[in-house]
């Protein structure tokens, strides 16, 4: 059958900016909530390796958002995924990652490659004239990249506005401005974005913001008038995925300590044949009977104090363990596993004592970037985001590398992987769907199979 045949044709954008910090969460999500709450489906996505802009995202649509990402992700995940929203939605929106061509692969790449036309959101709060060289420049940059317009973004009042859309060389580009004010603003703190979660406001912050952007020239557009993507329907995938953990259950720690989860994770793991059961530790959940365990990244520091009177669990993962029974710890997950974790106040905390050592959070970034990890004769990809580090005697079973890393000579090795009996932890965040063999060989009772580091 010709894949054209099953082409589908909707409203579709990527929200972009010249920086992070410009407002692209706050307006792609603003957007959302706004042709949600009109009754509209709505399906989003987050562009790059992202925890915490899905969550508001997330929030506005109503539904899971997967990421997207050449590399990472790969392109003909892009493509099905992005063909399955568009096939229930009327809207699909994308949100960009940093700067719009910052990155390899960038925003700009993923837009160009997808036909996705660019939606630019500025920061305008300290210029006038020199917004409408930053629209031009993001707009011409790269010849042919797919354009939907410029919003200008924490803008001082009327005259201001007047002023910026009278910089722009095409009026035609101008959607609008949103206000200063901190009504609607998103706040942040060191991993990114705050999680929805940890807001008793959060959706009223998306309504102020969807009721900001309906009085824009963005807002007040009809779907039709928006810009409309044709979906080309993606091949077939080469091979169904082996039920490689089939029979067995997966108990996957999820709360505001552990909460950096993909949702394709979890569809991997199902696709795997996995039963999956969740459970808290915050809560003082008890662990629940399982064959494994996975403690996904999230923010161990910020509940350091609660996660180290969790005697229960403690005590609980440590007769999981010593049953031979795998535990796969990422980041925040395996901070918890060491002896002690010291705040970035010098506090220190007593964790877990499954792995030995100690980690200490810092104020600046310690890892950022692609990475990927050779399992069972497998490339797992994925990426690493934090702000520790880790003080340990364990020697490294492997470690990651970064993308083409392979071929550079003297190239630095990545994050550390530990294999110490069957617990299996790194800073490395997977991707599960980019390699669901490698994946089950992370939750699987036999040698993790990994080069020697």
Not at 154 to 176: I, K, S, T
Not at 271 to 300: H, I, N
Request: include cysteine.
């Amino acid at each position: 059958m010709d894949a054209a045949l099953n082409a589908i044709t909707t409203a579709a954008v990527l929200v972009a900016a010249p920086a992070s910090g410009q407002g692209k969460t706050t307006v792609a999500a603003a957007l959302a909530r706004l042709h949600t709450r009109q009754g509209r489906t709505v399906r989003a996505f987050k562009c790059g390796p992202d925890f915490l802009d899905p969550h508001w995202l997330a929030l506005a649509t109503g539904a899971p958002v997967h990421s997207l990402d050449l590399w990472m992700t790969g392109e003909a995940d892009c493509r099905q995924r992005l063909h399955a929203a568009a096939a229930e939605a009327d809207l699909v929106i994308v949100e960009g990652v940093m700067g719009l061509f910052d990155g390899d692969p960038s925003a700009a790449d993923l837009a160009e490659r997808l036909g996705l036309p660019v939606l630019a959101v500025i920061d305008a709060q300290a210029m006038a004239g020199t917004f409408g060289a930053l629209a031009f420049g993001l707009q011409n940059f790269r010849p042919g990249l797919p354009w939907a317009g410029v919003l200008a973004n924490r803008v001082a009042g009327e005259r201001h506005a007047g002023m910026l859309q009278a910089a722009l060389r095409e009026p035609e580009q101008w959607l609008g401005a949103l206000p200063r004010g901190a009504n609607f603003a998103l706040p942040e703190r060191h991993l990114g974005l705050v999680a929805d979660g940890d807001l008793a406001d959060a959706m009223r912050r998306l309504d102020a913001a969807a009721d900001a952007l309906a009085a824009t020239p963005l807002g007040q557009r009809s779907l039709d008038a928006l810009p409309q993507v044709r979906f080309e329907a993606p091949p077939p995938p080469v091979a169904a995925i082996a039920p490689l953990l089939a029979g067995r259950t997966i108990a996957i720690a999820r709360d505001a300590a552990f909460s950096f989860i993909y949702p394709a994770n979890l569809e991997t793991l199902h696709a795997l044949g996995a039963r999956l059961v969740f459970f808290s530790p915050l809560a003082a959940d008890p662990l629940p009977a399982c064959d494994a365990v996975w403690l996904p990244g999230g923010y161990p520091e910020l509940h350091a104090r609660a996660l180290a009177d969790a005697s229960d669990m403690r005590s609980a993962l440590g007769a999981h363990v010593a049953a031979g029974k795998p535990i796969w710890a990422e980041c925040g997950g395996m901070m918890a596993l060491f002896d002690a974790l010291v705040t970035s106040d010098g506090e220190v905390h007593p964790m877990w004592n499954l792995l030995p050592g100690r980690v200490t959070m810092h104020k600046r970034l310690a890892g950022l970037g692609p990475q990927q990890l050779h399992v069972g004769g497998h490339a797992l990809r994925g990426h690493t985001f934090h702000y520790s580090t880790c003080d340990t005697p364990l020697m490294p079973a492997a470690h990651t590398a970064r993308p083409g890393a392979e071929a550079m000579a003297g190239a630095r090795a990545g994050e550390a992987f530990f294999a110490q009996g069957p617990v299996r932890a790194s800073y490395f965040h997977a991707w599960f769907a980019s390699s669901p063999e490698a994946t089950a060989h992370l939750f699987d009772t036999g040698p993790i199979g990994v080069p020697h580091g």
